[in-house]
């Protein structure tokens, strides 16, 4: 395993002590505001644009900092550890806006658009999942009626995250009822002043709070045809391409509120003192420290290999549900045992495993289940 090598770069350093900083001292104040009033706060996404987090892996003449996918993860890391809510916005623009637009727009398009994406003048969202499709993204019976110079766009899209802010859509409709369930889909980016594109219900949730997730409602939305992403009828592979490269972004995601939970427990068992000594002199507490510590440190490694695999424009699909398998697996683990470190402190808010705890569910679900990145996985080992 000659040249094999572990250690992170002068650059990634930075790029980690930077955003640790940057999170501790600019986000961690919103964070339990956001939390407690179910709302998000729009400072996060100019904060971001401020700091040049929104456009990572974004050449420079459209306004990135093309730093690549492994410090994207690594920056995605440090500002989950403090608010997931900032950071699943975060992830959405680099990951499942910028990242489509710059792989399959247009010059026009990339010009056009990622400039106001990068700068946080825009906040972006991803609209796949519909009321009656979400594993099955191929179910979707969004419509789009092909009228020469536009289309005319029908249907609703559900659990869109950032939806409520956004100022621009990467949207998912059929455009040919004929062809098969993964054939006849379409990519469109659809900004929000589009005649037709209406926001609809705000979801009340369980964690995330600090993110709105709500539907996007096409009542005959005119989108120009200069606003397909890719070609016609073939969405479909943008839809998954894209999901390929956003799995990185909430592995890491869940790799920060994993290190949180684990952080939180290592602080609060120093301090805690029962039996007259710290708990974590206890046996008990140690090992659980110890599973919480392995398991953060596996899900990290599997996530920076599939970002370094996606950085180098390799195939990353199946390594990267691996990471977001296992590191969302692993956030809600170390989340459930932060809490029960912290016993009954664990369950109210005046702690912040309490907030991780439910923040952490989600990363099973969203941008694929645990049982979707089972299936992705197999697949690619059986084949």
Not at 65 to 71: D, I, M
Not at 166 to 194: M, N
């Amino acid at each position: 395993m000659a040249g094999m090598d572990f250690t992170l770069t002068e650059e990634n350093e930075m790029i980690r002590a930077t955003a640790r900083q940057f999170a501790e001292e600019e986000l961690a104040p919103l964070a339990v505001k956001m939390d407690r009033e179910e709302k998000y706060d729009p400072r996060v996404t100019r904060l971001l644009g401020d700091h040049g987090y929104m456009g990572m892996e974004i050449a420079e003449e459209h306004g990135g900092s093309n730093l690549g996918a492994v410090n994207l993860a690594i920056a995605l890391e440090e500002v989950n550890r403090v608010c997931a809510s900032s950071g699943v916005t975060m992830s959405v623009q680099n990951g499942l806006v910028n990242g489509p637009i710059n792989k399959f727009g247009t010059p026009e398009q990339k010009a056009k658009y990622l400039p106001r994406l990068t700068n946080a003048e825009w906040m972006g969202a991803y609209c796949l999942s519909e009321p009656v499709s979400g594993s099955d993204a191929a179910a979707m019976v969004s419509f789009g009626e092909d009228h020469g110079d536009h289309f005319v766009l029908n249907g609703t899209k559900r659990f869109i995250t950032s939806g409520l802010h956004a100022d621009l859509y990467v949207l998912f409709s059929r455009t040919d009822r004929s062809a098969k369930p993964s054939r006849g889909i379409t990519a469109f980016i659809v900004e929000r002043a589009f005649p037709g594109v209406k926001v609809g219900k705000k979801e009340k949730k369980t964690g995330l709070r600090g993110s709105d997730t709500v539907d996007i409602i096409l009542d005959g939305a005119r989108v120009p045809r200069e606003n397909v992403l890719g070609e016609v009828n073939n969405g479909f592979k943008i839809a998954m391409d894209t999901l390929d490269a956003g799995r990185v972004g909430i592995a890491a995601q869940a790799v920060g509120i994993a290190q949180a939970a684990l952080d939180a427990a290592v602080k609060y068992a120093q301090a805690r003192q029962q039996f007259g000594e710290p708990i974590a002199n206890f046996q008990m507490i140690q090992w659980k420290i110890a599973d919480m510590a392995t398991r953060v440190e596996a899900a990290r490694l599997l996530t920076y290999r599939a970002a370094c695999l996606k950085e180098k424009r390799l195939p990353h699909g199946k390594e990267a549900s691996m990471a977001k398998l296992f590191a969302s697996e692993t956030a809600n683990f170390c989340a459930d045992e932060a809490v029960q470190v912290h016993g009954g402190y664990g369950y109210v808010g005046e702690f912040p495993v309490e907030r991780y705890f439910r923040d952490a569910r989600i990363t099973e679900i969203y941008e694929g289940t645990s049982e979707i990145q089972r299936l992705v996985i197999s697949r690619a080992v059986l084949k």
